[in-house]
């Protein structure tokens, strides 16, 4: 048996590209990140004043993709939505039976959650579509600040629907007050 090589175990330098290289710059953290998630329990609760009958968590799930699994899903959902508008393909069967697709406005993303290997794929498949990604950092909290948005412990991603809700309404005034090299994460 030969020796192993530790390859793995050299640094490895970020390229200008890489959305972790960015995530420092690009966090939302301190008074903006309290701004923030002010501004969205608030406009969660108006929306919930209008949600009829329906339970708390049944209504949260229908506005936000919680969850690394779930933002993941509907990204490439939308990704290849957009691919079969652009081929002009018939829907098979099996696109009939799924659930109508909601796309996302923006995603929340806890910047300092371990290990980053778990959602650093997010920011590389919301660039095609041109969703911004926000990035939440607490020190070390940015999981548990973004789960209780939700009624949740911890959530590391978030997905916030397009629905025309009070929600939108104040996600568009929040991205659209901050400078875009600030607050949002794209890829052309």
């Known amino acids: 048996m030969g020796k192993k090589r530790s390859s793995s175990l050299r640094p490895v330098k970020a390229s200008k590209g890489d959305p ?43 506005q936000f993709a ?25 829907h098979s069967n099996i696109n009939l039976r799924r659930a109508p697709l909601v796309p996302l406005q923006a995603v929340l993303l806890a910047a300092d959650c371990n290990p980053r290997r778990l959602t650093k794929h997010i920011p590389s498949l919301a660039s095609p579509m041109q969703i911004p990604v926000i990035f939440v950092k607490d020190n070390k909290r940015g999981s548990l600040r973004l789960g209780e948005l939700v009624m949740l412990k911890t959530a590391m991603a978030i997905g916030i629907k397009v629905k025309g809700s009070i929600i939108n309404e104040a996600i568009d005034e929040l991205l659209s007050s901050q400078p875009p090299e600030i607050s949002l994460q794209t890829h052309d």
């Open 20 to 62: 972790q290289s960015e995530v420092s710059s690009n966090c939302y953290e301190g008074e903006r990140l309290d701004h923030l998630l002010v501004q969205l329990t608030k406009s969660i609760e108006s929306a919930k004043l209008s949600k009829g009958e329906l339970p708390d968590k049944m209504w949260i799930k229908q």
């Open 66 to 90: 919680i969850g690394v699994n779930d933002v993941t899903r509907v990204l490439e959902r939308m990704i290849q939505a957009e691919a079969d508008c652009q081929s002009k393909k018939e």
